[in-house]
């Protein structure tokens, strides 16, 4: 925010001013955290689409769905935010929408997978080329890079076993790494063929709460970024989410 120009006429000019720039930053923290909470609705909004697109919407049967509408409501996503993406993922708006990957160069030689659900290829190519640009990238070929699997997360505090019990019930389901998050959930990455499989073993014969069941993208090799460009890294990956197409990017910081 631009710096304001302060009178020196009186003293209590000075403390008017005071007060109004103390406003002024509780009012600019505010409308940052609405911004950050509308983005995070927005993405949630497009995972609903995207699976009731591939599922159906009876979360009964659409485990993917039932998962995504477990993260809404741990944000506290209005549950109309959720019934509309839920009903525009049936209307004709989307009739004709398809999820396509797209795959691009970022900044300081990141790769990138970008999942979208679009109902206009060349509008949606555009947009991304004219992000990638503005931060030194370009469409590219970089699926090599990655290697697509599934992820399965369940949170820690609706746990019914120790943690080393939950390990092992994600190995002998056919996880191929299970690591405990920093906040407070388990993450199981498995073969992408095997992942509903595997939910539903979790889900039924131990009766674990799942928080999240997707197919992921995760990098073969990292690249090497210096720690005062990952800013612009995730600068460029917030800017590419915010495009309408966009579900989700993956990148191989």
Known sequence: MPCGIVSLQ????????????????????????DIKKGQIFSTISKSIIAAVREGG??????MRLAATLKQAKQVDMPRDNIERAISRATSKEYSGAEQVIYE???PHGTAFIIECLTDN??????????????????????????????????GREDRLHSLDTMFEHAI?????????????RIEIICKFSELQAITQ??????????????????????????EGNVAKVQD??????ELE???KVHCNL
């Open 57 to 62: 919407s009876d979360p009964k049967v659409n």
């Open 245 to 247: 197409d966009v579900i």
């Open 236 to 241: 460029a990956i917030e800017a590419i989410e």
């Open 10 to 33: 009186s003293f209590g000019s000075q403390k008017r001013h005071a007060g109004h720039s103390r406003w002024s930053k509780i009012r600019h923290s505010k409308g940052a955290s």
């Open 121 to 154: 290829k060349n509008r949606t190519v555009k947009r991304l080329r004219s992000v990638l640009n503005k931060f030194g990238g370009s469409l590219a070929p970089v699926g090599y890079m990655f290697e697509k699997k599934g992820r399965i997360c369940f």
């Open 201 to 226: 073993l979790l889900i039924n014969t131990h009766g674990y709460t799942i928080e999240c069941m997707e197919g992921t993208y995760v990098a073969n090799v990292n690249a090497d970024v210096a």
């Open 172 to 184: 002998d389901a056919g996880a191929e790494d299970i690591s405990e998050q920093s906040s407070n």
């Open 104 to 106: 691009g160069l970022g």
